[in-house]
């Protein structure tokens, strides 16, 4: 059986996206979860991998970490479950996508972290950050357009390239981010995908709040 360790649900933004990837399509897994501020974190997660951070999949004797990894690590394990889409042209495209997210768009993740019980409200953010926001919704749209036809996910189906941006699309709701009408349709789908929808209950149900990641700190402001 396969393994997923991960950190909080509210806060880890990185265990969400194999985690997510791997509940939407199917492949089943056991899960650990070893909070983030837990004070045997780091001790704990060197034990199971050379960076000591989460997530980390454990496949037999395959330690596999970095999100990014664990993707194309599934991809090649489980061919048949739609890590990426068939078709080359789009897969080539969605392994693009899913690589520029796992190595940028740092301005908004320095400053929007993902905090799923925050409530939505509006926040002002540096220019840098609202600049990798149109980025990323320019990705969205081109590929909506090209090769999202078939259903309400960049390729249609919900693929390896969403789990990588789920964080993102949490970002843009929680913070109230300013976002054209395809990003904003693509954001409410991802919030409507039900192994979302189960990832962020288990959040909601969650203790334990992080200074880094909590914009008002010392204030935490929960649904
Ligand atoms: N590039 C890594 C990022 C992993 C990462 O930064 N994980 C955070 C939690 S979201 C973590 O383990 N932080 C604790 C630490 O760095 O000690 C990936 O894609 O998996």
């Known amino acids: 059986m ?38 045997d974190f780091k001790a704990r997660m060197r034990e199971r991998s050379p960076a000591g951070k989460v997530p980390v999949l454990i496949d037999g004797e395959a330690v596999v970490w970095e999100s990014s990894a664990i993707l194309e690590h599934l991809a090649e394990r489980l061919p048949d479950r739609g890590i990426w889409p068939a078709e080359p042209v789009a897969r080539a495209h969605a392994r693009s996508l899913a690589t520029e997210m796992h190595n940028g768009f740092g301005a908004l993740r320095s400053v929007a972290p993902m905090n799923l019980w925050r409530p939505i409200e509006p926040r002002a953010f540096p220019d840098e950050a609202l600049k990798d926001v149109r980025r990323i919704a320019r990705r969205w749209g081109e590929a909506r357009r090209r090769f999202g036809a078939g259903g309400d996910y960049l ?69």
């Open 2 to 39: 396969l393994r997923l360790i991960i950190g909080n649900k509210n806060y880890s933004s990185w265990s969400l996206r194999p985690w997510l990837a791997m509940t939407a399509l199917g492949i089943p897994f056991e899960e650990e979860l070893v909070p983030l501020d837990a004070p």
């Open 155 to 223: 390729f249609g189906a919900f693929s390896g390239a969403d789990a990588m941006y789920a964080p993102v699309a949490s970002r843009i709701r929680t913070y109230a981010i300013e976002v054209d009408e395809v990003a904003a349709a693509y954001v409410e789908a991802i919030h409507a995908h039900p192994a979302f929808m189960a990832w962020k209950e288990a959040a909601l149900k969650e203790t334990g709040a992080l200074a880094e990641d909590e914009v008002d700190w010392p204030i935490v402001k929960r649904v």
